[in-house]
């Protein structure tokens, strides 16, 4: 499996950015889809999964909306009134429905968000 993020730019608070992430290699339905992302000088961190329901991290709830088009074998954050603090490298993983762990990652995107 091979993700490829993009999408990502330089916005105002309250703007909104749509990332995408394209997937390639497998069954796509068959992958728990997700986003992640990393603050500078910060871990790694959950944003939003999607298979049969979507999860979302509580300081995104409301504000991110994340989706996919198995047609097109694609995933989306589609991210609305952004803050500063969401400014980071975003990432795409994905794992196969059989297993529990992330084992697949896109190479990031990064979105930054001034004041």
């Known amino acids: 499996v091979q993700l490829q993020a993009s999408g990502g730019g330089l916005v105002q608070a309250g703007d909104s950015l749509r990332l995408s992430c394209a997937f390639s290699g497998q069954t796509f339905g068959n992958y728990v889809m997700g986003w992640f992302r990393q603050a500078p000088g910060k871990d790694r961190e959950f944003v939003a999964s999607?298979?049969?329901?979507?999860v979302y991290a509580d300081s995104v709830k409301g504000r991110f909306t994340i989706s996919k088009d198995n047609a097109k074998k694609t995933l989306y954050l589609q991210m609305s009134s952004l803050k500063p603090e969401d400014t980071g490298i975003y990432y795409c993983?994905?794992?196969?429905?059989?297993?529990?762990?992330?084992?697949?990652w896109g190479q990031g995107t990064l979105v930054t968000v001034s004041s």
């Open positions: 999607i298979f049969w329901r979507t």
């Open positions: 993983a994905a794992h196969h429905r059989a297993v529990d762990d992330w084992r697949v």
